[in-house]
């Protein structure tokens, strides 16, 4: 098992397999992107599940694909498929924005992928298109029907607010009332491009907003419910809501995660530049003890809380994840 000096338990890792992605929102990347990892630096699938498979031997047990935005990447299935067949991998999941999950839900769903987290930002076709700086609602819409088609289950879906932009909860209450998905309210982080100042957006206000709509029961937390640890649901719903507070109340007690960058580079902390680079031990042939040594040096640096933000992060958010 995976422990750091504070012993919080480590089961947790967060894969990006790629850094490009098909639109720019604005609390993620800047409109003129960043730059790109070439390919040759990209970890190929090969590389990354020989990674995992360490991983898993010590304890990881869930691993969610992320980017960028990971269905970019040609062969996302295959990679599930390599992922689901590492002994001690119980599940792996998928955050995306949705645009191209109509294609590819059922082939993901045949690899094995369990779960879906669909980053919608806005239901309104306008501010979409703002937000994403030019894409298309119903392309994202399309993702979250097949995502249910499909059977992936539960699914979220992802609202990272911006003051007097997209922070109206009610479209989103009136969503949680038509489907059974849970919507994830999550403070605006100041790694992404735009000033926090005029856009941060504390989860109290959407709670305080919240409460406007009638009463609320709480519910308990779905599986790998993570940061967003409490969610509601209004009575008789089938989705339900909750909040994630990466700013007004960081959960770095009981953090569970590694990151893993497309280009190699194990992530201590989201909010922190510490980085550990894997590649020596993945090239030029995986090099599983020299792996696991890797990430015993990454329990011991590991750190306990997140930076302040006057740190210099060193990537943007499309460059790790989320
Ligand atoms: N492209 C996929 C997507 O949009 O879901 C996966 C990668 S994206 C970097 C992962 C998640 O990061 C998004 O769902 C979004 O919720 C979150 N995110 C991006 N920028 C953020 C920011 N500045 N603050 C908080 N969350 C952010
Ligand atoms: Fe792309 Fe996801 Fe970042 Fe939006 S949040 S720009 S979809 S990586």
């Known amino acids: 098992m995976l422990h750091d000096p504070p012993a919080r338990r480590i089961d947790y890792l967060r894969v990006s397999v790629t850094d490009r992605c098909n639109l720019r929102c604005r609390y993620c990347m800047p409109a003129a992107g960043v730059p790109e990892v070439s390919h040759h630096d990209v970890l190929r699938f090969e590389e990354i599940a020989a990674f995992v498979a360490v991983a898993a031997g010590e304890g990881i047990g869930t691993v969610r694909l992320t980017g960028g935005e990971p269905l970019a990447r040609l062969g996302c299935p295959e990679l599930v498929r390599q992922l689901r067949a590492v002994d001690g991998v119980r599940e792996v999941t998928l955050t995306t924005n949705g645009t191209l999950l109509p294609r590819y839900a059922p082939a993901l769903r045949e690899a094995g992928l369990a779960r879906v987290n669909i980053g919608l930002p806005s239901l309104d076709p306008a501010t979409y298109r703002h937000l994403t700086r030019g894409g298309a609602l119903e392309d994202a819409l399309a993702g979250l029907a097949a995502a249910f088609a499909h059977g992936f289950s539960p699914v979220k879906v992802n609202v990272v607010l ?13 969503l949680s009332e038509q489907l059974p998905v849970e919507v994830r309210f999550i403070e605006y982080m100041p790694i992404g491009p735009v000033a926090p100042h005029r856009y941060f957006v504390p989860a109290d206000t959407v709670v305080a907003r ?12 779905l599986p790998g419910a993570g940061p967003a640890g409490r969610a ?15 700013v007004s109340d960081h959960f770095c007690h009981w953090c569970n995660r590694l990151r893993l960058t497309a280009d190699g580079r194990l992530r201590l902390c989201l909010l922190a530049p510490q980085e550990i680079d894997l590649k020596p031990a993945l090239r030029p042939q995986p090099d599983p003890e020299a792996l696991r040594m890797l990430l015993g040096r990454a329990m011991r640096e590991k ?15 499309s460059q790790i994840g989320g």
Do not use: S
């Open 162 to 174: 911006l003051r007097g932009v997209n922070d109206d909860p009610a479209p989103f209450v009136a």
């Open 210 to 221: 919240l409460q406007a709509f009638g009463p609320w029961e709480e519910v308990d937390p």
């Open 232 to 246: 509601f649901r209004r009575p008789g719903a089938p989705g339900r809501i909750a909040c994630i507070t990466p």
């Open 303 to 317: 750190p306990w809380r997140m930076a302040d933000t006057t740190v210099e992060l060193g990537r943007r958010m």
